[in-house]
């Protein structure tokens, strides 16, 4: 018919589906590239910081490790504790905005410019960079009583008024918002914390307690705090080194008039006593982790080991693509080793001039025959320059 106007066909977009699908597909991509994403949209931004994306991961069984560095800056005095996590470099992609608005760009990070701020165009061989995200003033300077427990960040008994403390704090890492959690039922400071089959084990940290409180245990899926019975007075009183859990097993190192090691037993709740020998030797100076109940640790000069419990040795752990890594293990100050969803994350801290280089790496693990174990070097590259007065206080591997 003539001057009849054709219909006009809408183009469907991406931005048309209902959230449900959009949370379906968003949930399938690395949280690592959740910061590049935010640049998209407004609605991406708030799909992106929404609890429903992260709920929705689970459900599809697409839950991933995610690592944290919580970074020490002493000039700036009004948060020196800050938080950083691993993500996507942006370096493909162009700037939306030549003037971006200075506000976070997300419930979560920080926005596209001062995310290139903290990368240097001299480290942009990397794919991967630390980012700063942002939280409510974190209520602690130092280290002691950090740990990780599925998606959460736990901060146990440390405080900033030097005194015991029964207060225990989370980081939710989905939202990285800190909120309080059940306290202990008994003040404490400086005591050994680990993560034994999903559980938080707190051990010591009170001079006044008794074998019945000497330590206790916070199950996340219950919300309680269980008092466990302690080893022996010796033990109690002696000067705690370092704790190990393993294989269902919380050993710990102590030192009074003579050196001893004793071990819990979680499914029998009893405490035994165990030969100095037979249990690694130098794990407790080196850094090491343990992943799928093997003990890996890392000693100078750049050599990985892992600790073979039938044969109470420890065995070299062969690597391809040592060579690369070296260059950033030499000259580095400390090197820290976490459990990186089966993978070995490895975490330095080198000095250049005035500056210093936090770089990163993660190794790929091979069990062969249950005798031998091999690794290869995914990656390693600087993934952050800071000032040379920074340093590294904690760095964790959460699941979100």
Known sequence: MNGAKLPVTETMTFLMLPNDLLFNCLARISR????ILSLVSKRFRYLLASLELYETRTLLGCTESCLYVCLFMPDDH????????????????????PNPNPRWFSACFRPYG???????????????ALVSITTRHSPFN?????????????????????????????MDCRSHTWKRAPSMRVARKDACVSVLDGKI?????????????????????????????????EMRESWLHQDLAIEGKL?????????????????????????????????????SCVIDNVLYSFRWPGVFKWYHFE???????VLKGLKKLSRLLHGSLFVY?????????VLGEKEVGEEKKIWCAEIALEKRNGQEVRGKVEWCHVVLTVPKSCYIMQFLAVTV
Request: with cysteine.
């Open 337 to 345: 080793l976490v459990d990186s969803g089966g993978k070995i994350a």
């Open 78 to 97: 009004h948060n020196p504790s800050r938080w950083f996590t691993l993500c996507r470099r942006p370096t493909k992609i162009t700037n939306p905005n």
């Open 251 to 287: 050993y710990l190192s102590g030192y009074t008039s003579r050196q001893r090691c004793v071990v819990y037993k979680t499914k029998e709740k009893r405490w035994d006593e165990v030969e100095v020998m037979k249990v690694p030797s130098g794990w407790l100076f080196d850094s």
């Open 32 to 35: 690592l590239y959740y910061p």
């Open 142 to 170: 130092d280290s002691c009583g950090l740990t990780a427990v599925g998606c959460n960040i736990y901060r146990v008994g440390n405080f900033d008024d030097g005194k015991p403390s029964r207060r225990v704090l989370l």
């Open 201 to 233: 084990y707190v051990v010591g940290g009170n001079r006044k307690c008794d074998s019945s409180n000497w330590m206790e245990c916070f199950d996340p899926q219950t919300q309680k705090w269980e008092n466990l019975t302690g080893p022996d007075a």
């Open 114 to 128: 001062l995310l290139m701020n903290c990368i240097r165009k001299k480290d942009k061989s990397s794919d991967n």
């Open 311 to 317: 044969g109470r040795s420890w065995r070299v752990l």
